[in-house]
């Protein structure tokens, strides 16, 4: 096998994995000036028909904007955690912090699919299944190259490290 191809390959894995971790905290920056703008009505129309099988209050509207203007926060503080372990699986060719963050993924996606679900809010489920898409294939690759970077008898300190 070429070693400079396979390196290549891995650079632009862990350039994309970068992007996404970029394009997480641009995202959670941006969802606190964004959850209310009129830009948005149509996700919020989507997700008040999964509640209210009329046109919802004014009230549900703006607890929903709220509620999303939160969650920017919350994805702003996960990018920066996405962002350590892409550093780290990337300088120290770490299968482990490859594999952290695709364990968080699928422990994450198929609860937040199944509660999308229960509510009958299918543009998140859509949006789950491409943000797991396009982070758990790139996340499973780097962690076998780098797993198979590491001579097996060191594996064992890799995994204990």
């Keep these: 096998m070429n070693n400079h191809k396979n390196d290549r390959g891995r ?11 970029t394009v997480h905290l641009i995202s959670g920056i941006l969802l606190p000036w964004i959850g ?5 009505d149509v996700y919020h129309r989507i997700i008040e028909a999964a509640f209210w099988p009329d046109t919802a209050p004014l009230a549900a509207r703006q607890q929903q904007a709220w509620w999303l203007s939160l969650f920017g926060p919350t994805i702003q503080s996960m ?37 999308s679900l229960r509510a009958d809010a ?26 198979r970077a590491v001579p097996s008898s060191d594996r064992t300190a890799q995994v204990m490290a």
């Design 122 to 147: 299918w543009i998140h489920v859509w949006i789950d299944c491409f943000a797991i898409a396009t982070m758990l294939p790139p996340l499973i690759w780097l962690w076998l190259h780098d797993r």
């Design 11 to 21: 650079g632009w894995v862990v350039m994309w994995m970068y992007g996404v971790v």
């Design 79 to 115: 990018s920066l955690w996405m962002g350590v372990l892409v550093y780290i699986g990337d300088r120290q060719r770490s299968a482990m912090a490859w594999a952290w963050l695709a364990i968080g993924i699928m422990v994450w996606g198929p609860q937040d699919m199944l509660i």
């Design 36 to 40: 209310s703008l009129p830009m948005l």
